[in-house]
């Protein structure tokens, strides 16, 4: 049990994983045991995260998009990778961590600041997997799906489209959901879409990129996740 006397910096790290769900349910209760032996300035302070990162996440539909202070991300991702002390570390935390950083903020008695992220990638009904697979520098990559099987992604940089299907890629666990993201060099995952249904190559998923981004995709809760919640299950290069 922790001092209820001393304060608790590392605390306020473990705030964002906490709102957003990230952490499993022996993992909360011991950040909740750490809530309630903390200093108070630290236990309002924690409240206060948890309430912005939640209150932001509801709020993210709008379009519009500012980069965070590089200093933020930095500091959070600092934490994230240090030592864990007395509580619990769930794998993936720190690309939860990097994503929470961009999306918000909350000083310690002074409120909150908020950073949107980025809109979901358009899609576009004129794009068919046909035309990508015309044009002269269309490329096909692999990339091993963390579980089994394999995703396959064919490119064209010069139409800025891309087709991606699995082979031998299991289903999700009943309740979870397979979401794709752009990975831009800076700034945060960019949503590409849910997949209701397993791509096939009769049947792939098409989406807009840009030859800079990574294409990531991880397991989210049903109808998917603004931001990334868990580590990425398979990843790839687009450029």
């Given at each position: 049990m922790i001092d209820a006397e001393s304060p608790d910096p590392e605390l306020l790290d473990l705030a964002f994983p906490y709102a957003m769900d990230a952490v499993t349910d022996g993992e909360r209760a011991t950040i909740e045991e750490r809530v309630d032996a903390a200093d108070p300035t630290t236990a309002a302070a924690f409240d206060d995260t948890v309430r912005g990162v939640r209150e932001t996440v509801a709020a993210m539909t709008v379009t519009?998009?500012?980069?965070?202070?590089?200093?933020?991300?930095?500091?959070?991702?600092?934490?994230?990778?240090?030592?864990?002390?007395?509580?619990?570390?769930?794998?993936?935390?720190?690309?939860?961590?990097?994503?929470?950083?961009?999306?918000?903020?909350?000083?310690?008695?002074?409120?909150?600041?908020?950073?949107?992220?980025?809109e979901p990638v358009p899609t576009s009904p004129d794009i068919t997997a046909q035309l990508v697979q015309e044009q002269t520098d269309t490329r096909t990559r692999a990339a091993a799906v963390e579980g089994g099987g394999t995703l396959l992604v064919t490119t064209s940089a010069q139409l800025g489209a891309a087709t991606v299907d699995f082979a031998g890629v299991p289903a999700p666990e009943q309740g979870r959901s397979y979401q794709l993201w752009l990975v831009p060099p800076e700034g945060p995952p960019r949503s590409v879409g849910v997949l209701a249904q397993?791509?096939?190559?009769?049947?792939p998923f098409i989406t807009r990129f840009h030859p800079s981004d990574a294409l990531a995709m991880t397991i989210e809760p049903p109808g998917g996740s603004p931001l990334p919640t868990s580590t990425p299950v398979a990843t790839l290069a687009l450029g």
């Open positions: 519009d998009s500012v980069a965070p202070p590089a200093e933020l991300e930095a500091a959070i991702l600092s934490a994230i990778d240090g030592p864990a002390g007395d509580g619990p570390r769930r794998t993936g935390t720190r690309w939860l961590a990097a994503a929470a950083a961009l999306v918000v903020a909350v000083g310690v008695g002074v409120g909150a600041a908020v950073f949107l992220g980025r397993l791509p096939t190559s009769d049947a």
